[in-house]
């Protein structure tokens, strides 16, 4: 395939460019993914839960928040795929549309988490002094904390909810990213082109958000999708305890929460959602594996 | 060195006091009001008033900080709202319980993890390490609460080999209380049977909780293994006729045991969150049980007391971790 693109007789014009170059990305993902066939089965599996989430209309085959009282807790069979709970919802149904309150929550806490976060560690790595040691003491007391027990108590001031538990979480999960986006700036902050942007007079804050943010957005990133599995397990574990999302939700780990004592009796309720997350963020780990393996090689050459 | 842990310990202090005051402050703007919660549903409102001031829920939230410091100074946490005992009782009452499985758990999981990923580093190549990748990705995606739901349904219901949950039978009488850890109350009372009740109720609770555990560290020690054993001084070693084993366990495992140690001090944090959903799920009455509890009843002097305590233990765990460091790297001092 790279052979082609060498040896044929060059294209030319902007669209032939373009061919060129995205079937160079082409070539380079297939080969990364061959290195690494774990991250095309974590990619595969969000992928296909991001279509669960938007076709769970067409996939569900029940209501379900639909009550039914003849139907309760019915073990799955040809009619319940999973069975269903002591209000006779179909458990399927109900872990098919849970899908899009957890990938919900993965984004909207990565980016409360990281519009926080990247705000003071790039205004701590850029103008330093005592600016940034204030700054990043406050980190480090946040993070002497163990996340969730910190979470726990923000939600729990807040009150019980969904949004509460995704405030809270995004609230407790900042100092990460603080730290690592303070670290880029620093070391961006001394590059040519930097220097090139403040002697042509940009503003100070110009010059961080549009010349030294933007290429700290790698590291960014992987850091977002390996965090992205954590998000998710603990809001689904706040919901677990109770504080997260209410009835009549269908978020995963609540459903968990409502089928524990049922366990023995009744092992499906609680089984098939706790499974649904699993899968979620077996998947997001996978691929924040993959995504680090490919921006550090150092780390991807100690795995032979 | 002495200085230096001297220096973290006086961080310590500096984290306590700030955890204290953001707690503080995400307390007193928090929409619930405590003083109703303790006079109970339908009390009167002269009598909440009394509360609050018998509380001191009326001072401005300065004064309520610096009286809580004052009181900590002598150890004193508040009052339970719930129970109304001292939050001090309280903590030491449920404290022993979790300082009981939290370390079985951390000991069980570096038992079975460090010869796993040694074992998986002796056996280089793409399968091993995918293997071991999926295991690590599989570990830590597992809900803690889901994966003791279904250890439950499995080992209690479906095999009947192990408890449903508690720390004793029903029925057992705990042992006479001198530590409040039940495995060694119980041996010091020479009571065998009681002992080995509290072993197998202490063993699914713990196996749950190590499991993520298992699979971050075998992970780490493995591609920490795998970097160790191409340098020089093993091959060194090898040259010098050393028996393989010898080279493995004694040369290079020591070296590469550094960023698996790194990890487990942060790993810490994250055994206090998960004893919470363990120990709410098998009844297990530890610290973790507590806060589930106060967290339902808005019980903040408890929460607190029990947030400060988990933190306290997670800086010393790192602490621990650092002072190993130099005894696993000489070059390492402070």
Not at chain 1, 183 to 202: D, K, L, N, T
Not at chain 2, 238 to 262: C, Q
């Amino acid at each position: 395939m790279l052979t082609n693109s060498i040896y044929a007789a060059p294209e030319t014009g902007l669209r032939a460019r373009v061919r060129e170059r995205s079937g160079e990305f082409v070539e380079q993902a297939r080969s990364s993914f061959r290195h690494n066939p774990l991250g095309a089965l974590g990619l595969g599996i969000i992928l296909a839960i991001v279509l669960v989430a938007v076709f769970a209309p067409q996939l569900a085959t029940y209501d379900p928040d639909k009550l039914n009282r003849e139907a309760r807790l019915l073990p799955p069979s040809a009619e319940n795929w999973f069975g269903t709970d002591a209000s006779g919802r179909d458990v399927y149904s109900r872990v098919v549309y849970g899908s899009r309150i957890s990938l919900q929550v993965a984004v909207v806490v990565m980016l409360i988490a990281t519009t926080v976060g990247s705000l003071l560690g790039a205004v701590a790595g850029f103008f330093g002094g005592l600016v940034d040691e204030i700054l990043m003491r406050i980190t480090d007391v946040f993070l002497a904390f163990p996340a969730l027990i910190l979470a726990m108590a923000v939600n729990a001031a807040l009150g019980p909810g969904i949004g509460s538990a995704m405030l809270a979480v995004g609230f407790t999960w900042w100092p990460v990213y603080a730290r690592l986006v303070r670290s880029q700036v620093m070391s961006v902050r001394s590059h040519p082109y930097v220097e090139a942007a403040i002697c042509i007079g940009a503003t100070r804050r110009r010059v961080l958000f549009r010349h030294i943010l933007p290429n700290c957005a790698g590291p960014i990133i992987v850091q977002m999708t390996l965090d992205a599995g954590y998000v998710v397990l603990t809001v689904a574990g706040l919901s677990f305890v109770g504080l997260g999302a209410q009835p009549p939700s269908h978020e995963w780990g609540f459903m968990v929460s409502q089928g524990a004592n049922h366990i023995l009796t009744q092992w499906w309720w609680s089984t098939f959602p706790g499974l649904a997350i699993c899968v979620l963020v077996v998947g997001l780990n996978l691929v924040g594996d993959f995504l680090r393996d490919g921006l550090d090689p150092r780390l991807s050459r100690t795995v032979v | 060195m002495y200085l230096y842990i001297l220096r973290r310990l006086i961080f310590l202090v500096f984290v306590t006091i700030g955890i204290t005051a953001i707690l503080f402050v995400i307390m007193y703007f928090l929409p619930g009001d405590p003083a109703r919660a303790a006079a109970g549903p339908g009390a009167k409102p002269e009598h909440v008033e009394r509360i609050r001031i018998r509380l001191g829920l009326d001072q401005p939230l300065h004064i309520q900080y610096l009286t809580y410091m004052k009181n900590l100074m002598r150890g004193d946490l508040g009052n339970s709202i719930r129970t109304r005992k001292p939050v001090i009782v309280e903590l030491r009452t449920y404290l022993p319980a979790s300082l009981e499985l939290v370390p079985t758990a951390m000991l069980f999981s570096v038992l079975v993890a460090v010869p796993l990923g040694v074992l998986s580093a002796l056996r280089p190549g793409r399968a091993a390490d995918a293997t071991s990748r999926l295991f690590a990705a599989l570990g830590m995606g597992m809900p803690v609460f889901w994966v003791a739901l279904m250890a439950q349904f499995i080992f209690y219901g479906k095999l009947d080999i192990l408890p449903f949950g508690g720390r004793l039978s029903t029925g057992a009488v705990p042992p006479e209380h001198v530590t409040g850890f039940y495995l060694i109350d119980s041996l010091l009372a020479g009571d065998l049977a009681l002992f080995k009740d509290a072993v197998i109720h202490l063993s699914l609770p713990a196996l749950v909780l190590a499991l993520p555990e298992v699979a971050v560290i075998s992970r780490l020690t493995r591609s920490s293994m795998l970097d160790v054993l191409t340098l020089d001084y093993v091959r060194t070693a090898r040259a010098k006729g050393l028996r393989e084993w010898r080279v493995i366990v004694v040369h290079a495992l020591k070296n590469a045991l550094l960023a698996p140690l790194t990890l487990m001090g942060m790993q810490v944090g994250w055994l206090l969150a998960g004893s919470l959903f363990v120990e709410s799920v098998f009844s297990w009455g530890g610290i973790g049980f507590l806060a589930y509890h106060a967290i339902y009843k808005r019980d903040f002097p408890v929460l607190m007391g029990v947030t400060m305590v988990m933190c306290i233990v997670f800086v010393l765990a790192n602490l621990v971790v650092d002072i190993l460091y130099s005894y696993l790297d000489p070059r390492i001092s402070y």
